[in-house]
């Protein structure tokens, strides 16, 4: 068979339009700047527009975080109807807050969580906008990876403001209080006294259970651009000695529906203000971007 013959021989007749040649013209991107990622935004300024998004989100979802952590620390370590439960469901804990704290009870905490958002979602957003800059987002499965570690860093830094939060809305009438009242009167008394008990390690107490689970929540967020059980936070007197030993004890003493207390409180909270978190950021991406001309 001749060279070009048979099936692999060009069909006679006048060419037709190729399956790769599409009758719209390409879309021109606009140029990035070097050095800034390929959202036209640099990595500093995604710091600041990601712990503002944060906090925006946090402002609307704090009842929410306030109503799970109370569900979470009721009948901490005890066998389940072996105590009260003033906390009943998402909606009637609302009720209990409210009666024993006043509407204001709703926002309890609120200074600590915008601390803990500002911290967390700034350094999260700004180590996610490097690794875009870097182009290692670009890669399979670079957008989860690169979730992932920015979630665990901006957890590991904003760990201690997330630990005084938990301390700060925990807080309330001996009548409905549950789990450890430390009786805080303000953020920096909490931090001094946190300080003073425990050093410098005892600001970053449940870090271990909080690093995973934002790094896996981050990933999946930021992969997919739209957690995991809350950790705990350690009362005084050492009831945990690590993210496993609570996991084991939680299990063995209340059940292993325990482990999923205010489950629906977290996932009331979470859809909302995830949505929220990477809607304003986005939006105040497009408010700083300079638009730069098109290419050649």
Not at 196 to 207: D, E, F, I, M, T
Not at 224 to 240: I, N, P
Request: charged content about 15%.
């Amino acid at each position: 068979m001749a060279a070009g013959a048979g099936a692999l021989a060009p069909f006679p007749g006048p060419p037709s339009t190729s399956l790769h040649e599409f009758p719209y013209p390409p879309q021109n991107r606009p140029r990035v700047a070097r050095g800034s990622p390929t959202g036209g935004v640099p990595p500093a300024i995604d710091l600041v527009l990601g712990a503002t998004a944060g906090c925006m989100a946090c402002v609307l979802t704090n009842p929410l975080e306030v109503v799970k952590t109370r569900l979470q620390l009721q009948g901490e370590l005890q066998p389940p109807g072996t105590y009260p439960r003033p906390y009943r469901g998402v909606l009637r804990a609302v009720g209990a807050v409210c009666r024993a704290d006043g509407l204001r009870g709703l926002q309890k905490g609120l200074a600590a969580g915008l601390l803990y958002q500002g911290l967390m979602n700034g350094v999260r957003f700004y180590c996610y906008s490097h690794a875009e800059d870097a182009g290692w987002t670009g890669y399979p499965g670079g957008t989860v990876a690169a979730g992932a570690v920015a979630g665990a860093v901006g957890a590991f830094v904003g760990s201690p403001a997330y630990l005084v939060k938990t301390h700060l809305q925990a807080q309330t009438l001996a009548a409905v209080a549950v789990g450890h009242q430390h009786n805080h009167e303000s953020i920096s008394g909490a931090f001094g006294s946190i300080y003073k008990q425990h050093g410098v390690a005892g600001l970053w107490r449940g870090v271990t259970g909080a690093v995973p689970r934002v790094a896996v929540g981050s990933a999946a967020q930021l992969a997919t651009f739209a957690s995991a059980k809350d950790w705990v936070c350690e009362r005084q007197g050492k009831l945990y000695r690590g993210f496993w030993d609570c996991v084991l004890q939680i299990s063995s003493k209340e059940g292993l529906l325990g482990l999923y207390k205010g489950i629906g409180a977290v996932y009331l909270r979470l859809g909302p203000h995830t949505v929220l978190s990477l809607f304003f950021w986005d939006e105040l991406r497009k408010m700083v971007q300079h638009p730069q001309p098109p290419g050649p």
